[in-house]
């Protein structure tokens, strides 16, 4: 394996153990052992677990953004359209159809390391807020689109989108089904964001 491979492969397995097991559940050497490599490799690669643990989140997070993307920056359907295909395709791929429930890799870091760590709480809170202004952009376009009333506010919207689903997550986690899911997308499009 070329040094890139193996650091790609340990972020791929340490973002998959991470996401189910917890930060602190998962220590380097189950990655180790899960990534096929010796030890040498993870700190050829990495100095500490937390620096590991800022690349597994970038990782994370660029790909929530190319699933956000795909998903908002099509302009065929109404805003309110791709906005609630997108929470129907997370509950596709992160709800119990998808396997067990482990949540969102974000919201369980800010839960277990953003108060030890305040490297790791930026970065953090930098793709929540990239979240956020995404769906803010889409909301802003719903309003333009006369899709919901002008006086909504889209940022505050958007905000409101990410901490809620967030918490639906964490439910969604601790019950195993996909129902705080969508209760969470039945109230957003049936209540907050009916036109």
Not at 160 to 188: C, H, I, M, S
Request: glycine letters at 8%.
């Amino acid at each position: 394996m070329s040094k890139q491979t193996t650091k790609e492969n340990l972020i791929t397995v340490g973002l998959d153990l991470i996401r189910s097991a917890g930060y602190t559940a998962t220590g380097i050497n189950q990655i180790l052992e899960a990534a096929k490599v010796p030890k040498g490799s993870f700190y050829h690669h990495f100095t500490t677990k937390d620096e590991f643990v800022l690349e597994v989140i970038q990782r994370y997070a660029a790909g929530e953004q190319d699933r956000w993307e795909k998903f908002l920056n099509d302009s065929n359907p109404s805003p309110l359209k791709r906005l609630r295909r997108y929470f129907k395709d997370l509950i596709a791929t992160y709800g119990r159809r998808g396997g067990p429930i482990a949540g969102c890799l974000l919201g369980n870091l800010s839960l277990e390391v953003a108060g030890q760590n305040d490297e790791i709480r930026k970065l953090l809170a930098g793709a929540f807020d990239a979240w956020q202004a995404a769906f803010a952009k889409t909301i802003q376009e719903a309003i333009e689109k006369q899709e919901v009333p002008k006086t909504v506010k889209a940022d505050d919207v958007a905000a409101l989108l990410v901490n809620n689903w967030e918490g639906a997550q964490t439910r969604a986690k601790t019950e195993q089904n996909d129902r705080p899911l969508e209760l969470f997308v039945d109230n957003v499009f049936n209540n907050l964001l009916k036109g």
